[in-house]
DNA sequence: CTGTATTTGTCCGTATGTATG
DNA sequence: GCATACATACGGACAAATACA
């Protein structure tokens, strides 16, 4: 038979998109994919390998494989270990994705703005509220970070800046995990967001840019100063 | 032994990273890899098949398995996926990818602007050129276009951007495939390009970003109009 | 709670395709 | 053409997880 691998993954997809299935939608058995693709099992078992990296599938033992959530978790995969592997090279992909970050959410300012709506500011207010008093009794905010700039994309409606913004985040977080935070940095993060919601409420959109840049400051002064640590 | 397919991957990546591995260098055959991680050929054989759709490792056949571009040739499987999927789906992912890479290269504008070169200037052009004579002629320029883009941000010399623009550059012409091109909008996309370029060497922010603005307007005038075509 | 059936996970053995010398 | 080393493919057997009667 001799049929690649990549042709046995391609027409799984092409099984998916001809049922019109969705995310959660039950796929065949392996038994039956086998059958219905024309082959092994260990090759169906390998293409599905591969489209669970990109979320296209999700097994779950014992139970059956079903159609993926299609989240962008293979990107969060792909760029944490480029993030690990050249750790010793300077913090430069940190340094590349906090430009990227900040340019996203400056470029959206007027979208952003432009969509604003009270229920919105006022759960951005109590996100940054929380992290105000966390960090005053030295505690961790990741948590409310996260949120908060999720929150702050909602609006916009746009599913692919949500999980771009996801993305990025679970990748900063993580290769970022060993930069140390000063109490002053901690400080100024907490403020800028603050500013941030300031800023959305009040519509200002040269004020909003001005608080993102205020918001990356602190990492971007710990990338320029000691990139080998 | 029970070793949880995930744990295999994460050992190999672990590999990778304990030995300081690079782009292209070697890994140890499958045998080998089954004797370090402890697992069988299968197991091993399934958790390259998800680090190799991540490119985290690349395999030749026959020849041996490699450590991997880390390229993000899985984001575009991922949202190519996507967009076939929900292609009923009112172009949704489409309009999405086009307000990202609108506020991507908007956003850029300052940096893009300050990194100005020369040298790039007149490959620009060149390209810009290429594609007037090629639409004239009723030729695809697709090719151009591509180049175009990335060329625009390869000066800000920050990589993950330059792969986000090829990345996104690539599911749009994919997703967009289906789209017809009037005559009328390949002129203004052609304009918009040399309007591109003479807003780079006049050092025009505002007019650059009017230029961005005009060049995408065609694909969001064709997605307003109809989404289910 | 206890089997029992179904489904995925792991392993092994063997044969085949592919590149190198 | 041949030998070697490697990845690829296949089929069968058993283990583990889940669901259900």
Known sequence: MMLRQHEVAERIKQYILQNRLGPGDPLPTEAELCAAVGASRSS??????????????EVRHGHGTYVGRLSLAALVESLTFRGLLSRSDDFRVLSELVQVRQTIEQGL????????????????????????????????????DREFHLLLMEPLGNELITQLTAAFWDVHAIVAHTLDTSP?????????????????????????????EAHYAPVRRRLQEGPGR
């Open 44 to 57: 169906v078992r390998e293409a599905i390998k591969t489209l669970t990296a990109l979320d296209i599938v």
């Open 109 to 144: 300012a007027g979208p952003i703005l432009a969509a604003f709506d009270d229920g919105i500011h006022g759960e951005l207010l109590d996100l940054a509220d929380q992290m105000a008093e966390r960090a005053a009794r030295g505690e961790s905010f990741i948590d409310q």
């Open 184 to 212: 002053e940095s901690v400080r100024e993060t907490v403020e800028a967001h603050h500013a941030i919601v300031a800023a959305v409420s009040a519509g200002d959109v040269t004020a909003f840019t001005r608080a993102i």
